[in-house]
């Protein structure tokens, strides 16, 4: 891949230079070929005489000429991505020249916001993950592919279901209430969903994670920004490239749950009443399965001096671990590129659309149509089917049903389609001067349909339900900017300057009856149901607008000495009459230590830049209309007038008006440093954060009367997060027969609440991570306690010192005596489930230039899991009508009574290392005029996970103020191994 992007680097230097050669003739001439490590030829490589404006390039083959020589000057060689060389003439005629990588030229351009700059030239935290660098296997959503790739950026999914998205949090988290995903933009526009684009349409992810570079984005950009560039044709070169990938998916790992042999012999050794099924099932294995997941891309690309192209087309198809569970989706996409007015003009277009099918099952609770938690608790002796070939059906015990017959007679399907597009048009207007306006328009529908006939489904009585859902939602964008450029000697300045309009609008309705007199007409005429009712019936719509005006200045000195400074002005309808307007400020400086003089004798370092930067940037995520009170339907009443019965409007499920409320706020101060050593084959940064976020958006209860409604929306609380990242790259062999590239990157942060304010009364704190299931009653379950001063979602758990003689659970009592009501007991903080440290360590091999072999590994270190599965079923008194865990044998001999109860003793250290990605491939190349290389590969992920964790996987999700929490309601996380191949034709 590395020699295609040298190629295709190649070709548009060639195109570009070939009109400013000139030729003179005098006596001598030197011809020659240049070549690369490889001995592949190199076009469009610089040769000039040096000390004068003579010279010329190779051509498509790496050839050259060059006239008008003396045997005393020297020849330069250079070309973007290789290091120069020189070569004194002397009595030479012919002169070959092998160039050699410049591995700290290669991916040196930045994308940031509004703009580009020199890698070389940041002054911020700012990250890339390439296409070359991105996992692959079985990618789920895009995002999937840069997890574990940058220091900082923790990307975790709750369990393996192909329905399901992934959680980003950019140096934790920022909010209480509020939205905590960054801000993704895509080719310049800002909101876009990033599933509208095929993985193998990427060609960058860019991370911006300090405030410096975030708050170009103003009040979006407080939980961090990635910028998604997608790929784009190059000129004088056309290809076809074809990708198919077959991948199979099996559960990485499953709950140890009792047998019917064993749950047998517990009844046999305690002389116990039971109704045996007469069967010996393993439900996990009944309601998984092998997923098979299947890709295929096809992409066009190419375009002359002026235009250029790049198409698209992809087909997947996953077919989840757990029956039932599938998805399909097709992405297609075209970019297109002009220039014109001898290059003064460039309009670029892209037109995206995603087509997907969803086949949703329900597990996340414990209801009658919960698999997971059905197969988990439901007796092994219980067989599937009866002698009949009909589902067995049996009443042991509350919402206890055959989740083979929920997985096959329920319907839940999702059609949705996502567009994107976009249009940029940049006009230099005079030199150094250019204007853009981008112009982003996407749209998102989707309608969900669900269906559930009355019989033959549930153990007890049932009339069925169908229900019909359809969401709309568009977002309309405006921008127009300028840039303008200067160098002058060793000083160079860019200014920025902008307006940005957004309108984002979104509409829905569903409708649901029950009592389906037809298994045929399904969800498709509800009007056909028996109870067909006003009350399950819904519609709503919203608009939300956000406009902004920035600017930013960039100066450097030498490229030595750096300075910016940006500015962002927004204002949203989002918020209060009285602050509707937000200004967010950046400031930042760097320094290249090691151009400096005192440095010069001292070939220690190849890079030493100091960076530190200020800056605020803001959080809008919010609902559209927090800021004032709505009337919302209350039920229904009796008109004293005509005596009918009538809607009811209210106030008691809404909320008060705020015209004070504004924007929560992120203030962070970053301090970076850049480091290289032996020509930055060893390279890499270290960066130190303090961030606080203030403002911070959450409803406060209110007593009504005298208010409206029970809550109002205000500005409360602080937070606090501090951290450190560290990035190395090591270029660790690099020659032409093996290269070996290897990158490691480190972080670590705490986020300590400092304040909550009105949220809570004065000196008490939050409860978070109620906990809900069969036996679980009370107002005290819960888990968490976000404390001032303590570090947010800390687990604050009674602590657990035996049983008592009726076999009750006993605690440590606030008193310092011993008790057994959770209400009386001490609560302690017993861990915390973010992680002290997280670590990413990727390699890249290339054996003999065909072989490839590419493995990653991601941990987590120190992260504490509350393992709620365990506390559910190892509760002796479920058997033997229910399942359990081994260990609820072992309560059950020493005599415990007490039905699932929350303790200290569930918590377990989740630390844990992942192989997350290997890969195995051979490329073969082809010296044909048609057929350029094809890669084959083999790929595994997840391939194992060390941990002593006793669950059934340590990473559970990162969202919320309560995480951390292990709870049967998970989708199993898979293996996989996939076989794909990636063929090229010219």
């Given at each position: 891949m590395k020699n295609n992007i040298i190629r295709l680097i190649s070709l548009i230097c060639f195109f570009m230079l070939i009109g400013l050669v000139g030729l003179y003739a005098q006596e001598k001439s030197i011809t020659g070929t240049v070549t690369d490590t490889d001995g592949e030829p190199l076009p469009g490589v610089s040769i000039s005489v040096d000390g004068t404006t003579q010279g010329t390039i190779t051509d498509l083959e790496g050839n050259y000429t060059i006239t008008d020589v003396a045997q005393e000057q020297v020849l330069v060689y250079s070309f973007v991505g290789y290091l120069k060389e020189r070569r004194q003439v002397g009595d030479q005629s012919?002169?070959?020249?092998?160039?050699?990588?410049?591995?700290?030229?290669?991916?040196?351009?930045?994308?940031?916001g509004y703009g580009v700059q020199k890698k070389s030239d940041k002054t911020g935290a700012v990250a890339t993950v390439s296409s070359e660098d991105m996992n692959?296997?079985?990618?789920?959503?895009?995002?999937?592919?840069?997890?574990?790739?940058?220091?900082?950026?923790?990307?975790?999914?709750?369990?393996?279901?192909?329905?399901?998205?992934?959680?980003?949090?950019?140096?934790?988290?920022?909010?209480?209430?509020?939205?905590?995903t960054p801000l993704y933009v895509v080719d310049g526009v800002p909101g876009v969903d990033p599933t509208t684009i095929a993985p193998e349409d990427i060609e960058t992810f860019t991370i911006l994670k300090d405030a410096a570079s975030t708050a170009i984005y103003g009040s979006q950009g407080s939980n961090g920004v990635i910028l998604i560039t997608t790929k784009k044709g190059t000129a004088g070169v056309s290809k076809v490239q074809f990708n198919a990938k077959v991948s199979a998916d099996q559960v990485a790992n499953t709950l140890d749950l009792l047998t019917a042999s064993e749950l047998r012999t517990f009844v046999d050794n305690n002389d116990l009443n039971f109704s045996d099924g007469g069967g010996n099932t393993d439900w996990q294995d009944e309601i998984y399965r092998t997923g098979i997941t299947q890709s295929y891309n096809l992409n066009f690309s190419g375009g002359s001096e002026n235009s250029t192209y790049y198409a698209s087309i992809t087909q997947a198809d996953w077919q989840g671990v757990m029956k039932g569970t599938e998805k399909e989706r097709t992405t297609a996409k075209i970019n297109l590129t002009h220039k014109t007015w001898d290059g003064r003009l460039k309009l670029a277009g892209s037109l995206s659309g995603a087509f997907e099918q969803n086949d949703y099952e329900n597990y996340s609770g414990f209801d009658k149509d919960d698999v997971i938690y059905q197969a988990l608790q439901r007796n092994p002796t219980d067989p599937v089917y009866t002698a009949e070939n009909e589902y067995y059906i049996i009443n042991r015990a509350f919402n206890y049903d055959n989740p083979i017959a929920v997985i096959n007679e329920i319907e839940n399907l999702r059609d949705a389609k996502r567009f994107f597009g976009s249009f940029n048009a940049d006009l230099e207007i005079f030199d150094g001067f250019i204007a853009t306006t981008n112009i982003g328009y996407t749209r998102d529908d989707n309608e969900s349909s669900y269906f559930r006939y009355k019989d033959g489904i549930y153990s007890s009585a049932d009339n069925g339900a169908g229900r019909k859902e359809y969401n709309n939602s568009s977002k309309k964008l405006i921008e127009v900017y300028a840039n303008y450029t200067k160098s002058l000697n060793a000083h160079y300045l860019n200014a920025m300057a902008g307006y940005s309009w957004e309108e984002n609008n979104y509409n829905g309705f569903f409708s649901y009856a029950e009592n389906p007199q037809s298994p045929h007409l399904s969800y498709n005429n509800l009007g056909s149901f028996v109870d067909y009712q006003k009350d399950p019936i819904g519609s709503w719509k919203g608009m939300s607008r956000l406009i902004g005006f920035f600017g930013r200045v960039q100066y450097n000195y030498d490229e030595r000495i750096y300075g910016s400074a940006s500015i962002r002005r927004d204002g949203s309808t989002k918020f209060g009459k009285n602050n509707k307007w937000g200004t967010f400020p950046t400031f930042a400086a760097g320094w290249n230590i090691h151009k400096e003089s005192f440095l010069d004798n001292l070939d220690l370092f190849s890079q030493l830049k100091l960076r530190a930067s200020y800056g605020v940037s803001g959080n809008q995520a919010i609902g559209e209309y927090f800021a004032q009170i709505l009337p919302q339907d209350t039920g229904e009443g009796t008109n004293p007038e005509s005596g009918e019965q009538v809607t009811v409007f209210g106030f008691s499920n809404s909320w008060n008006a705020n015209p004070d409320l504004k924007w929560e706020s992120t203030t962070e101060i970053n301090i970076g440093l850049d480091f290289g050593f032996v020509g930055n084959r060893i390279n890499g940064s270290v960066e130190l954060y303090t961030k606080e976020t203030e403002d911070i958006l959450a409803p406060v209860q209110v007593p009504s009367p005298p208010?409206?409604?029970?809550?109002?929306?205000?500005?409360?609380?602080?937070?606090?997060?501090?951290?450190?990242?560290?990035?190395?790259?090591?270029?660790?062999?690099?020659?032409?027969?093996?290269?070996?590239?290897?990158?490691?990157?480190?972080?670590?942060?705490?986020?300590?609440?400092?304040?909550?304010?009105?949220?809570?009364?004065?000196?008490?704190?939050?409860?978070?991570?109620?906990?809900?299931?069969?036996?679980?009653?009370?107002?005290?379950?819960?888990?968490?306690?976000?404390?001032?001063?303590?570090?947010?979602?800390?687990?604050?758990?009674?602590?657990?010192?035996?049983?008592?003689?009726?076999?009750?659970?006993?605690?440590?009592?606030?008193?310092?005596?011993?008790?057994?009501?959770?209400?009386?007991?001490?609560?302690?903080?017993?861990?915390?489930?973010?992680?002290?440290?997280?670590?990413?360590?990727?390699?890249?091999?290339?054996?003999?230039?065909?072989?490839?072999?590419?493995?990653?590994?991601?941990?987590?270190?120190?992260?504490?899991?509350?393992?709620?599965?365990?506390?559910?079923?190892?509760?002796?008194?479920?058997?033997?009508?229910?399942?359990?865990?081994?260990?609820?044998?072992?309560?059950?001999?020493?005599?415990?009574?007490?039905?699932?109860?929350?303790?200290?003793?569930?918590?377990?250290?989740?630390?844990?290392?992942?192989?997350?990605?290997?890969?195995?491939?051979?490329?073969?190349?082809?010296?044909?005029?048609?057929?350029?290389?094809?890669?084959?590969?083999?790929?595994?992920?997840?391939?194992?996970?060390?941990?002593?964790?006793?669950?059934?996987?340590?990473?559970?999700?990162?969202?919320?103020?309560?995480?951390?929490?292990?709870?049967?309601?998970?989708?199993?996380?898979?293996?996989?191994?996939?076989?794909?191949?990636?063929?090229?034709?010219?």
């Open positions: 012919n002169i070959n020249v092998e160039l050699m990588e410049d591995i700290t030229e290669l991916g040196e351009v930045l994308v940031i692959q296997g079985v990618i789920t959503d895009p995002i999937h592919a840069m997890q574990g790739k940058s220091a900082g950026v923790l990307i975790s999914k709750k369990g393996g279901d192909p329905n399901a998205g992934f959680s980003v949090k950019i140096r934790g988290a920022a909010g209480f209430e509020s939205g905590t208010a409206l409604a029970n809550f109002t929306w205000e500005n409360i609380g602080k937070m606090n997060n501090t951290g450190i990242e560290l990035f190395l790259e090591f270029f660790v062999v690099n020659r032409p027969n093996i290269s070996w590239k290897s990158t490691l990157n480190g972080s670590h942060y705490k986020t300590i609440i400092t304040e909550l304010g009105k949220w809570v009364e004065e000196g008490d704190y939050r409860k978070e991570g109620y906990l809900s299931g069969r036996g679980l009653v009370g107002e005290e379950n819960y888990v968490v306690g976000n404390i001032e001063g303590e570090e947010l979602g800390a687990f604050f758990l009674p602590v657990y010192v035996g049983l008592s003689s009726d076999g009750r659970l006993l605690y440590e009592s606030e008193t310092g005596g011993i008790t057994r009501n959770l209400s009386d007991a001490e609560r302690q903080i017993v861990g915390s489930p973010a992680p002290d440290l997280e670590i990413g360590w990727s390699n890249s091999f290339t054996l003999y230039n065909n072989w490839t072999i590419d493995f990653s590994l991601r941990s987590m270190i120190g992260n504490d899991v509350y393992n709620a599965t365990q506390m559910f079923f190892d509760y002796p008194g479920n058997l033997p009508s229910l399942n359990a865990v081994p260990e609820a044998v072992e309560w059950y001999e020493q005599g415990r009574t007490n039905p699932p109860q929350i303790a200290d003793i569930y918590v377990e250290d989740g630390s844990f290392v992942k192989l997350d990605y290997l890969s195995l491939g051979y490329n073969f190349e082809f010296n044909s005029s048609y057929f350029s290389s094809v890669r084959i590969y083999v790929t595994g992920n997840n391939l194992f996970t060390l941990t002593n964790y006793s669950g059934v996987d340590p990473e559970t999700s990162v969202e919320g103020r309560a995480f951390g929490i292990d709870q049967y309601d998970v989708y199993p996380k898979t293996r996989s191994i996939s076989i794909g191949m990636s063929s090229t034709f010219k």
